[in-house]
């Protein structure tokens, strides 16, 4: 069978199954996401399974990806585990508004969430999108389907995920922290969908984990889309954190206005396949995005990061920093675009990506892309990919430091310019200690594993 | 304490050395002289371990074992310590962490209790006073950002935590001014006993003013051609390496 024809049956696999579920995805469905489903559909036809001839996809092969029979999960289900008892979360001090989503669902016995301040809700999108539609006007307008097949994909699927709405001018001091949790019993594909609107003045700090509970493969097809308004304030902390059976593909949309000011930081730990697009749009004066990464991959993970800026407004700035340390066989990418539009003078935006490889075969793709339709602007970007510095490796070692222990000191200094980045000190601490037991090459979990999830 | 005996030393397919040979007692102080280029890193790079330099012929003995089969890590702990001439910048590995993991894995090689961080701290005060060290440098990332006065100075700090048997100064004088240079000479005659012994590699002879050699060598072209007592750094800094350079026939 040639690839071509390959390639026409996996996508064929996937629309034919749109026919044949539709209208399970449209049961218990608002008319706000069921509308979106045909377009989204119709784009993803379009379009396709990414295969690497598609630019944006041209360093992650997803056929392989997508291949698998995988159990979809259309429906909401009873989980036999509770997930409040499951779970505690063992970073110490840590003091979160607690919600899980189980296999893209909003959990709906989640006890841990506390008293969030008045007006804040944290909810099921699947249930606002119900009985508040109002407050999702803007749904699916920062993720859009005709750029790219996976947006199209989850916006054609998408029932539910989390949806988070902060008022004018309130602050939440606690973190809002949301845990991911794959389990199924059979290899499992799994949509979620998620909305955040934060309205001006507002300050938030979220924190998202995601893990899987047992062996089987899954694919996530995660979509977020965030509303941040003027001079609103976000710190976005996510932690990857699954077995190398995973394929995680997360779609980060952040749209700000005038003086708000956005922080992510990804760290990718463990996962088979991840990829991450994170797409921010500044549009209004003044607005501030920082956008930090870091990944710690062996044996034959792949991470993917796909950064987008748009500055669409002059007076913005942009910085953004993404470390890879790559192990054995693994292969990491990394590509940046800034867009500077006409008339966005005054523009900041900076770009940095450092990749150490511990491997001869470990290997790493960067490229960073700058379109710059205006004139006065600051810009830069660079990409190193390198080994251990050997002269700093020798001035350890001529201290009495061993060469494993040395190098152990250099790999963590190299990611501690991103973890240093982590505002929330117990969660920064607790990576810090997880990135170190990761480079010593302890399996590091953030939680107590009672799962056997051991690869 | 110390034999090199005929050592040929060569980088990169190029010959540095050319059969030197020193032999360094307990308590004594060695100056090693010579212009620029005469391979005096090398040798200091070569007792410390560096692997890029490749030992063609000759050997080491180091209290009655060969050196050249330890590694570095191994040389240090049982003694060995070079002040470099250009101490690197590790940005993000923090000084107190670097120098309290050095300490410890010399205490465990000792057999010996680590330090906990308490206790690490206050020994590190103490040494910090002995040098008149800015207690903000043990606060950042190890060299970062310093002067090459302060890099100077906290080499002699390193080795006051270690108190090696064998200390090799390599141009630690150079970038120092004159306060500097007799805050780190009073550092490294204070840590003097009669077990251990100091090699000073310099270009100038200032620094030995202020630590007084038992044996001045020069070191011309990868080889030892002259060694007497401390009057010949005075004789070297009167007539220049020119007259070294004239008697070896350049
Ligand atoms: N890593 C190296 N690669 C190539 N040549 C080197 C290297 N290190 C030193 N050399 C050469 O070896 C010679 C001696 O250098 P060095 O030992 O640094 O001299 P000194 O310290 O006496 O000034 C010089 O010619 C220098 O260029
Ligand atoms: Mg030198």
Redesign the interface.
């Known amino acids: 069978m040639s690839v071509l024809v390959e390639k026409a049956d996996l996508s064929l696999k996937y629309t034919g199954h749109y026919n044949d579920v539709k209208d399970l995805l449209t049961e218990g469905s608002s008319d706000i996401l069921n509308s979106k489903r045909n377009k989204a559909f119709q784009d993803f036809v379009m379009q396709g399974i990414p295969t690497r001839k598609n630019e944006n996809y041209k360093y992650t092969n997803l056929q392989p990806q997508f291949s698998p029979d995988y159990k979809f999960i259309h429906q909401r289900e009873k989980t036999e585990l509770d997930l409040n008892q499951a779970f505690r979360c063992d970073v110490p001090q840590l003091d979160t508004h607690l919600a899980f989503i189980f296999n893209g669902w909003y959990y709906e016995e989640n006890r841990s969430v506390g008293q969030l301040p008045e007006g804040v809700i944290l909810e099921s999108l699947e249930k606002i999108a119900i009985e508040k539609p109002e407050l999702l006007e803007k749904y699916a307008q920062l993720a859009n389907t005709e750029e790219d097949p996976l947006v199209a994909l989850n916006t054609t699927f998408a029932k539910d995920g989390y949806f988070l709405y902060v008022p004018k001018n309130t602050k939440i001091e606690k973190p809002i922290q949301l845990i991911n949790f794959l389990q199924a019993d059979k290899d499992a594909f799994s949509t979620q969908r998620n909305f955040v609107y934060i309205e001006e003045g507002a300050d938030v700090k979220m924190i998202m984990c995601d893990h899987t509970l047992n062996l089987n493969s899954y694919l996530s097809n995660s979509v977020t889309e965030i509303f941040l308004g003027a001079n609103a304030h976000l710190e976005y902390y996510s932690l990857q954190n699954q077995h190398n059976k995973t394929t995680s593909l997360n779609s980060v949309f952040i749209h700000q206005e005038k003086d708000s000011t956005a922080t992510t930081l990804n760290s990718s730990l463990h996962g088979g396949l991840i990829r991450n697009n994170l797409k921010f749009i500044l549009n209004g004066e003044n607005a501030e995005a920082n956008l930090f990464g870091m990944a710690f991959i062996d044996r034959k993970q792949h991470v993917d990061n796909f950064t987008q800026v748009i500055h669409a407004k002059p007076n913005c700035m942009s910085n953004q920093v993404y470390k890879n340390v790559l192990d054995d066989e693994s292969t990491g990418a990394f590509a940046g675009r800034i867009h500077v539009v006409r008339d966005a003078q005054k523009t900041n935006a900076f770009q940095r990506n450092n990749n150490l490889l511990l491997t001869d075969s470990a290997t790493m793709q960067t490229k960073p892309q700058l379109i710059i339709d205006a004139d006065d602007v600051k810009c830069s970007h660079g990409a190193t990919v390198g080994q251990i510095?050997e002269?700093?490796l020798?001035?350890?070692?001529?201290?009495?430091?061993?060469?494993k222990?040395?190098r152990l000191?250099?790999m963590?200094?190299?990611?501690?310019?991103v973890i240093q980045q982590i505002k929330v000190e117990p969660l920064r601490d607790r990576i810090d200690e997880l990135v170190d037991k990761r480079l010593k090459g302890e399996v590091a979990r953030c939680h107590e594993c009672a799962y056997n999830c051991e690869c | 304490m110390l034999t090199i005996k005929d050592l040929y030393v060569s980088v990169e397919g190029k010959e540095i050395l050319k059969g030197i040979n020193l032999e360094v007692k307990p308590g004594e102080i060695h100056a090693i002289m010579g212009p620029n280029g005469s391979g005096k890193s090398t040798l200091a790079n070569v007792l410390a371990g560096k692997e890029e330099f490749e030992v063609t012929s000759g050997e080491i003995i180091y209290e009655g074992e060969d050196l050249l089969e330890l590694e570095p890590e191994d040389r240090a702990k049982k003694g060995i310590f070079l002040s470099f001439q250009y101490p690197v910048e590790i940005p993000g590995v923090p000084m107190v962490n670097f120098l309290k993991t050095a300490v410890n894995e010399h205490r465990k090689f000792r057999g010996e209790k680590e330090f906990t961080a308490g206790e690490f701290l206050k020994m590190m005060r103490q040494k910090e006073q002995l040098l008149d060290m800015n207690a903000h440098l043990t606060n950042r990332s190890v060299n970062e950002g310093f002067s090459g006065g302060e890099k100077k100075k906290n080499e002699i700090f390193q080795m006051a935590l270690l108190q090696p048997k064998l200390g090799i100064l390599d141009e630690t004088d150079s970038g120092l001014d004159i306060d500097a240079l007799k805050t780190v000479a009073h550092g490294v005659n204070a840590l003097r006993t009669p077990e251990n012994a100091t090699i000073v590699v310099t270009h100038y002879q200032r620094l030995l003013e202020y630590i007084v050699p038992d044996h001045v060598h020069v070191l011309y072209n990868g080889k030892i051609v002259k060694s007497s007592g401390k009057e010949l750094a005075l004789e070297l800094e009167e007539k220049g390496y020119d007259w070294i350079k004239q008697e070896n026939g350049v």
């Open positions: 510095d002269e700093a020798f001035y350890l070692r001529a201290r009495g430091i061993d060469d222990k040395a000191m250099m963590n200094a190299f990611a501690h310019e």
